[in-house]
């Protein structure tokens, strides 16, 4: 695979997403692309697979030549797993969606009904029935689902686009060995911030930074020499690197005294219908200063549980009670408030940051809470700018919410919330895409949350944020009793 | 909606390409259309009703999903019996509504119209699956794999948008924005998710667009089908059985000499 001065601008935006690219990459290589968030390392990855369009979508520079031809032409020698496992599956049967591409690529049906069950049996999905439903697996299901329809057009280059974002870490593990299983020769090139998991499985790694590659070669040599470079560009480093911006080891000493609690949940069961429920038996107080980790493996009720505490889903059974200090005169239950006592009371950032987006460009999404609270034009603007300024936002303020990358979308969901200063604040997987770098800067202006004196929960998979944030940790397990614990 | 989802099982008639199925439904459908006396679609409902035991549909299944024929038909029946063309001996008259023999006749015809249409069309449509249908209209009938897979792919999208309009709500919610005062602000607070709604599928459609361009869909080659749909001796037998309601209920009509030519005389 050759990259040429490649480029790609998007057709809404007036900065070129990626520029200047060259990258010669030999067959049967195993390549770690990183790169700070919103480097435009998906971009990339689409441009490599041939799936970037005309003149309406934007505009290229250079050229990416695969076996020696453009890569729109070489579409059947490359494989692509896409960033969201949910949209991937294209048919509603498990058998048939591994077979869609062997399908396209017009291979004999005799060999089609051979090849689907091996491909499954790869990525370790062997004793799922062909006609099982796609959508009623789990997350890390899909993503191997999405992985054995790729693998079973025995593509040439496989490429991974954050293959194991939203995994839980048993299926972190579970996914990379199917890939590393399957690769029997193949070309390699996989994007993922956290460098620990494929480290040493690839042979090389390529960093991508706002002007072309920034470093380029094997591991242990790039993050050797390049330290200090890859750590402003914010690469994770193995171990976690300590000189990217760490959060305060000193924990505020939260409230003993648990006088006047912000929430109090005793026997609460949780869910979206009235049986089966999402979890039960769950028992927790939530202080003010103090922060919660929902933890526990995909499928486990987490994201029910938190809609339940922010009050957007009533509780199934049991109880849920705001204290006085979270309620400031509405009434006990949350999911009986109005939305605008929500507003400042708790505020939840959403697992996909698409659903929560209401305003047509970054500035004014940030601006809405604020004006929503009654902050004239500058206090609004001041505000916003602020947090876009932390969280690395202001080039894009303009932009649409949507056109931003992964990791932007995420801390742009995140500044939404905070915008409002609810005494609460709910996360749903509050670190997904970040690289080191936004990362430190997402868990600080949590941690100041904390010291202002308000509560946080969160839903994740992220151990460093776990440690860094919380001091409570709900660890949910399937499908019996759940009891909250201090660690 | 659990109790529309496809009636599944292993036998025969859960195995027949659904265009076999359509096809019969269409030609008992056809030959009631053309006339309409209560003798053709009588004998057409006797007929298919000594072949519900066979239909592969559960009793319970059977009469959810035959409620709405059931609350139908004798809708049908009693609005034609006041209101139909008056002919013959006169029973009642009420403002307008006029109750005649020729009124109740053809009251009768379309209440048994409505069965016995309704109920093969119902029962052979339980156990179709969209996936097979797909196959079937892809390669017994020809047409363009591109807009049949298409149109697969997006139908299964269709079921997460009840997903995203529960999470646009509760988002707009969490957001402070969805107290819409009245009833004016409600439809236009709806009108906006609605809206959302719109953008977020077409972007998941893109999405998906991409997902099946990046495993090869839509290029000009051909295409092979993992599963071929026969049209075999089962699904000939199906089609040949509705061919020979229609017969029978026909000739019956014709027999009694009660056949027309939509209801000419």
Redesign the interface.
């Known amino acids: 695979m050759d990259v040429r001065g490649w480029g790609w601008r998007h057709a809404s935006r007036r900065a070129w997403a990626v520029e200047r690219i060259d990258l010669a990459i030999e067959p049967g290589e195993r390549v770690l692309l990183l790169g700070a968030s919103g480097a435009g390392k998906s971009t990339l990855l ?1 441009g490599i ?1 041939g ?1 970037l369009g005309g003149g309406e979508e934007g505009e290229s520079r250079g050229e990416i030549l695969v076996d020696g031809r453009p890569s729109d032409t070489m ?2 020698r ?3 797993v ?1 960033q ?1 496992p ?8 498990v ?2 969606d591994v ?11 005799s060999e ?2 051979t090849a ?1 069950p091996a491909a499954l049996d790869r990525v370790g999905l062997g004793g799922i029935p062909l006609d099982h439903s ?2 009623a697996l789990s997350g890390g299901q899909k993503q191997r689902l ?1 992985l054995a ?2 693998l079973a ?1 025995q593509p040439g280059l496989l490429l991974l686009d954050e293959p194991t974002a939203n995994l839980d870490p048993d299926g972190v593990v579970q996914l990379r060995d199917a890939v590393l299983g399957s690769l029997d020769g193949r070309t390699l090139v996989v994007i993922e911030h956290r460098v620990s998991t494929w480290w040493h499985a690839v042979d090389r790694i390529v960093v991508l930074g706002s002007d072309g590659v920034l470093a380029d070669g094997r591991p242990d040599t790039v993050l050797g020499a390049e330290r200090e470079r890859l750590a402003a560009a914010g690469v994770w480093l193995p171990p976690l690197d300590l000189t990217a911006p760490p959060p305060p080891v000193t924990m505020p000493a939260p409230p003993r005294v648990e006088a006047d609690p912000l929430m109090t949940a005793r026997s609460l069961s949780v869910g ?1 219908r009235r049986k089966p429920f999402a979890a039960t038996g769950l028992g927790f107080t939530l202080s003010a200063g103090s922060a919660m980790a929902i933890t526990g493996p995909n499928g486990a009720g987490k994201s029910t549980t938190a ?1 339940t505490i ?1 009050g ?2 009533p509780p199934a059974a049991g109880e849920l009670v705001a204290g006085k200090s979270l309620r400031r005169g509405a009434g006990p239950s949350p999911h009986a408030w ?3 006592q ?3 009371r ?3 950032v ?1 697992q ?1 940051p ?3 987006f ?1 305003a047509p460009s970054v500035r004014q999404e940030l601006e ?2 604020p004006r ?2 009654g902050a004239d034009t500058t206090a609004a603007a001041r505000i916003a700018e602020g947090f876009a300024e932390r969280l690395g936002l202001t080039h894009l303020l303009r932009a649409h919410p ?1 056109s931003l990358s992964g990791g932007e979308k995420r801390r742009l969901s995140v500044a ?2 905070l915008t ?1 200063s609810p005494s609460l604040i709910v996360l749903d997987e509050p670190t997904f895409g970040q690289d080191a770098r936004t990362w430190g800067e997402l868990v600080r202006l949590l941690r100041e949350q904390l010291t202002a004196g308000r509560s946080i929960v969160a839903v994740t998979h992220d151990r460093e944020v776990v440690d860094a944030l919380c001091d409570v940790e709900l660890r949910l397990t399937t499908p019996s009793s759940h009891a909250g614990g201090e660690r | 909606m659990s109790f529309l989802e496809t009636v599944r099982g292993d036998r025969r008639i859960h195995l027949i390409n659904p265009v076999a199925k359509i096809a019969a439904s269409a030609l008992i459908g056809l030959a009631l259309l053309v006339t309409i006396d209560p003798v053709s679609a009588g004998t057409a409902l006797v007929l298919e009703l000594l072949l519900v035991p066979f239909a592969g549909v559960p009793w319970r299944s059977l009469l959810l999903r035959t409620s709405v024929l059931i609350v139908a038909a004798p809708l049908t029946a009693v609005t034609i019996a006041l209101y139909g063309p008056v002919s013959g001996r006169v029973y009642g008259t009420f403002l307008l509504a006029t109750v005649s023999d020729g009124s109740l006749q053809l009251a009768l015809s379309a209440a048994l119209r409505v069965l016995a249409i309704g109920l093969p069309a119902v029962l052979l449509v339980a156990t179709v ?3 097979d249908l797909a196959d079937g209209l892809a390669q017994t009938w020809r047409l363009p794999a591109r807009f049949v ?1 298409g149109a ?2 997006g139908l ?1 999208l269709l ?2 948008l009840a997903e ?1 309009w ?3 709500l ?10 819409a005062g009245g009833l004016l602000g409600r439809v236009r607070f709806l009108g906006g998710v609605a809206f ?1 709604l719109l ?2 599928a077409i ?2 459609a893109g ?2 667009s ?8 839509g ?1 000009s ?8 749909a026969r049209f075999g001796r089962d699904e000939w037998l199906l089609v040949l059985l509705g061919a020979a309601i229609a017969v029978i209920a026909t000739v019956a009509a014709v027999a009694a000499g009660s056949w027309n030519f939509i209801g000419a005389r």
């Open positions: 689409h697979a799936l579409r059947a490359i494989g692509l896409l969201d949910e949209n991937q599956a294209v048919l509603a049967r058998g048939d077979a869609f591409g062997l399908e396209n690529l017009a291979v004999d049906p089609i009904r689907v796609t959508s999405a329809g790729v057009m979206r809609l922010a957007l889903l109005r939305s605008r929500l507003l400042d708790i505020g939840t959403f996909s698409e659903h929560q209401l809405l809470g929503a609270l949507f939404t919330v409002a | 699956d969209s996936t897979l697969l792919a299964r079921g997460l995203d529960q999470s646009l509760m988002a707009r919610r969490a957001r402070g924005v969805a107290d959302a953008v977020l972007r998941r999405t998906l991409l997902a099946m361009e990046a495993r090869g869909f290029g080659g051909p295409r092979t089908w993992a599963r071929p």
